[in-house]
């Protein structure tokens, strides 16, 4: 019996573990050095400051995971990044682990 509870236990360990965060597949270290590259400057004209205001303000636009990965192709988009989808998920990832912290 106490074997089959442990078993159960570490099972349910296994796969809450392996519920990864949304945007895994990035590498927030390059995403960081991207967003230093490509984001600060515009965000720091419209917010002041570091630029970060955008992600911390009240009334922010992005609330979701989803919604983040929108966001920052809509950004590469307008800005003709032409980021492909593992640059983007870098942005995501950096993004997501510093300010929005998404956990789906």
Same mark, same amino acid.
């Given at each position: 019996?106490?074997?089959?509870?442990?078993?159960?236990?570490?099972?349910?360990?296994?796969?809450?573990?392996?519920?990864?965060?949304?945007?895994?597949?990035?590498?927030?270290?390059?995403?960081?050095?991207?967003?230093?590259?490509?984001?600060?400057?515009?965000?720091?004209?419209? %917010?002041?400051?570091?630029?970060?205001?955008?992600?911390?303000? +009240? &009334?922010?636009?992005?609330?979701?995971? $989803?919604? !983040?990965?929108?966001?920052?192709? %809509?950004?590469?988009?307008?800005?003709?990044?032409?980021?492909? +989808? &593992?640059?983007?998920?870098?942005?995501? $990832?950096? !993004?997501?682990?510093?300010?929005?912290?998404?956990?789906?």
């Amino acid at each position: 019996m106490l074997k089959s509870l442990l078993f159960i236990f570490c099972t349910m360990l296994i796969v809450s573990n392996a519920q990864a965060l949304p945007f895994d597949k990035g590498n927030p270290d390059i995403g960081k050095k991207m967003v230093a590259e490509n984001c600060i400057s515009c965000h720091a004209s419209s %917010f002041g400051g570091d630029g970060s205001g955008i992600y911390t303000r +009240e &009334d922010r636009k992005v609330k979701t995971s $989803s919604g !983040l990965l929108t966001q920052i192709r %809509f950004c590469s988009t307008m800005l003709n990044l032409k980021w492909f +989808e &593992d640059e983007e998920l870098n942005v995501a $990832s950096y !993004l997501n682990k510093n300010y929005y912290k998404f956990e789906k």
